[in-house]
């Protein structure tokens, strides 16, 4: 995770005495190129890790940094910044539209356990709850169902909490090619990946260094004692055949998912569910059911058909946004 290595960057210059600031996005609104979460550590020795979004604004951002780091300047400020040369003030020199709301911070060596902390709770993919205010920053690794939020009454008065660590959850089921090629994209996309196989001589198994988790189960009704109904599961099937394909989904159809797809050709997509509906299976749950799975983009090579299956769970998972 891109986060992880930005917190890596603090938590060296705290140990080494090098001042590092934090650049986090406390808010996006509309078409910003930085997100909510996005962060950045910037060191005096130049060194940076991250991004709050690129271009103009990003490099202003850095050198202005780098500036009151090299003459020792403590900084806690909230910076608001509008994506468009029309407005009145708070330009960042994009158009994009938009708005994004920063936080600079120069962390100091009493956070430094804190981070620690954080840090030893993502490289073990566990969650967290962040918390940044006019205190300066707090890890706590117990989330509680505590929530996201941003409440801000001005740049005295405000409070950031995120929960990190993994969020989404990618199920892939079946171990070859595609599913090496689709861990691939989707580990950089920041999903935890969870490949099922059942065959463990399989090379694009072994091979697989994408995957946070491969479990190999002797039969694909194992899986629905394994993978957890939630609204940020994600599943993929992508067997070896036919009948290994119609075994896992029977076993999964009746858990609910945030996005539940099965790769194949039209013609044994169409069987599978013809052969459903004949032994009337529940109507509703089968219209939810992505497939043939991905973009139709006339994919052929698996890493063609991982970009397909990727821009579709990636559709899902922000519809709403």
Request: glycine content about 8%.
């Given at each position: 995770?891109?986060?992880?290595?930005?917190?890596?960057?603090?938590?060296?210059?705290?140990?080494?005495?090098?001042?590092?600031?934090?650049?986090?996005?406390?808010?996006?609104?509309?078409?910003?190129?930085?997100?909510?979460?996005?962060?950045?550590?910037?060191?005096?020795?130049?060194?940076?890790?991250?991004?709050?979004?690129?271009?103009?604004?990003?490099?202003?951002?850095?050198?202005?940094?780098?500036?009151?780091?090299?003459?020792?300047?403590?900084?806690?400020?909230?910076?608001?910044?509008?994506?468009?040369?029309?407005?009145?003030?708070?330009?960042?020199?994009?158009?994009?539209?938009g708005?994004?709301?920063?936080?600079?911070?120069q962390?100091?060596?009493?956070?430094a356990?804190?981070?620690?902390?954080?840090?030893?709770?993502?490289?073990?993919?566990?969650?967290?709850?962040?918390?940044?205010?006019?205190?300066?920053?707090?890890?706590?690794?117990?989330?509680?169902?505590?929530?996201?939020?941003?409440?801000?009454?001005?740049?005295?008065?405000?409070?950031?909490?995120?929960?990190t660590?993994?969020?989404?959850?990618?199920?892939?089921?079946?171990?070859?090619?595609?599913?090496?090629?689709?861990?691939?994209?989707?580990?950089?996309?920041?999903?935890?990946?969870h490949?099922?196989?059942?065959?463990?001589?399989?090379?694009?198994?072994?091979?697989?260094?994408?995957?946070?988790?491969?479990?190999?189960?002797?039969?694909?009704?194992?899986?629905?004692?394994?993978?957890?109904?939630?609204?940020?599961?994600?599943?993929?099937?992508?067997?070896?055949?036919?009948r290994?394909?119609?075994?896992?989904?029977?076993?999964?159809?009746?858990k609910?998912?945030?996005?539940?797809?099965?790769?194949g050709?039209?013609?044994?997509?169409?069987?599978?569910?013809?052969?459903?509906?004949?032994?009337?299976?529940?109507?509703?749950?089968?219209?939810?059911?992505?497939?043939?799975?991905?973009?139709?983009?006339?994919?052929?090579?698996?890493?063609?058909?991982?970009?397909?299956?990727?821009?579709?769970?990636?559709?899902?998972?922000?519809?709403?946004?």
């Amino acid at each position: 995770m891109k986060q992880q290595a930005a917190w890596k960057l603090i938590a060296d210059s705290l140990q080494h005495n090098i001042p590092v600031m934090l650049l986090y996005v406390l808010e996006s609104k509309g078409s910003s190129p930085g997100r909510r979460g996005f962060m950045m550590a910037v060191d005096r020795d130049g060194q940076m890790v991250g991004s709050i979004g690129g271009g103009i604004m990003e490099h202003k951002f850095v050198e202005m940094v780098k500036e009151k780091l090299l003459h020792n300047e403590h900084v806690l400020a909230v910076k608001q910044q509008v994506h468009d040369k029309a407005a009145a003030k708070n330009q960042s020199g994009m158009i994009c539209s938009g708005e994004q709301t920063i936080l600079l911070y120069q962390v100091n060596p009493e956070d430094a356990l804190d981070i620690d902390r954080l840090i030893d709770s993502l490289e073990h993919n566990q969650n967290g709850l962040l918390t940044l205010s006019p205190k300066g920053l707090h890890f706590d690794s117990e989330v509680n169902g505590r929530q996201d939020l941003f409440n801000m009454a001005d740049e005295t008065e405000w409070l950031y909490q995120e929960v990190t660590g993994y969020i989404n959850h990618l199920f892939i089921i079946g171990g070859g090619h595609c599913a090496l090629a689709l861990s691939r994209m989707m580990s950089t996309l920041g999903f935890y990946v969870h490949i099922y196989e059942n065959r463990p001589e399989l090379n694009t198994l072994q091979q697989n260094d994408a995957a946070n988790e491969k479990t190999l189960v002797a039969d694909y009704n194992e899986l629905a004692e394994l993978i957890e109904s939630g609204e940020h599961n994600y599943v993929v099937l992508m067997t070896w055949g036919y009948r290994t394909d119609d075994i896992a989904l029977r076993s999964l159809m009746n858990k609910d998912f945030k996005y539940l797809g099965v790769l194949g050709s039209k013609k044994k997509i169409k069987k599978m569910f013809t052969d459903y509906a004949a032994e009337g299976m529940d109507e509703q749950r089968l219209k939810k059911i992505f497939s043939p799975i991905g973009i139709q983009i006339k994919s052929q090579t698996p890493e063609e058909i991982a970009v397909s299956i990727a821009a579709q769970i990636i559709k899902v998972k922000n519809a709403g946004l």
